[in-house]
């Protein structure tokens, strides 16, 4: 009340979010819906390796070659929606390795499945380290252990890879389960990102 006798209302304002939180849950968002996709699309491809895999020819060659292609489709998506985050520079990285990786096994599975084994160990080993660094730099934006674990894991599946290049009993079937358990790690940080998103709001 004031000096007249009126009544005087406060209003209370409620704080907004800051200019750096903004673009966080932006690429929160992006990440939860790319991470349903990237599930989707993993357990799709690992059925057709897990089904006509098994004999070596022109569609497993197909499958092969798929996979870098869309994993580069899938981080310039990922590139779009983290241009203010310091993780964007990183995905540079995972654009040239997917883009080497498609190309190199357009020319290995030529040669035969031993040389496409090699070559596709080699960028899960190379892509797992950048996706474990990029889990580490947004581990604030949350649901990205699962994405860590992911990492790691292909850095050991691609070294496995490799060595079983050599072997008689090389296949491209064990990459069906390679693609599972990552469409289940992505799975996992896209239901984790929705929680927090959810407690958020």
């Known amino acids: 009340m004031n000096r007249n006798g009126n009544i005087h209302m406060t209003v209370v304002e409620q704080p907004k979010a800051s200019a750096a939180e903004q673009p966080k ?3 929160a968002s992006a990440l939860r819906n ?15 390796v897990f089904t006509i895999g098994r004999t070596w020819g022109a569609a497993s060659m197909i499958l092969l070659v798929l996979y870098p292609l869309f994993d580069l489709a899938a981080a310039i998506v990922d ?21 080497l990786a498609a190309v190199g096994l357009a020319f290995a599975v030529v040669s035969g499945l031993p040389a496409a084994l090699v070559v ?8 797992g380290a950048v ?6 730099m947004r581990r604030s934006l949350g649901g990205q252990w699962s994405m ?19 072997t008689a009993g090389a296949s491209i079937v064990g990459l069906a389960g390679y693609a599972t358990l990552g469409a289940i790690f992505f799975l996992i940080s ?12």
């Not at 929606?81 to 997917?98: E, G, K, P, Q, V």
């Not at 596709?120 to 892509?127: F, H, L, P, S, V």
């Not at 674990?149 to 290049?165: L, R």
């Open 34 to 48: 790319l991470y349903f996709v990237r599930f989707g699309f993993a357990i799709a491809w690992a059925v057709l």
């Open 79 to 99: 590139h779009r929606s983290s241009r203010a985050n310091r993780s964007a520079r990183a995905l540079y990285l995972n654009m040239a390795l997917s883009l």
């Open 120 to 127: 596709w160990g080699a960028w899960a080993i190379t892509a």
């Open 148 to 166: 860590i674990f992911s990492g790691a894991i292909s850095v050991i599946a691609g070294t496995a890879f490799i060595v079983q290049s050599g």
């Open 190 to 201: 896209a239901i984790r990102l929705l929680s927090v998103a959810r407690s958020a709001a």
């Open 131 to 136: 996706q474990l660094i990029l889990a580490i």
């Open 25 to 27: 849950a932006s690429v």
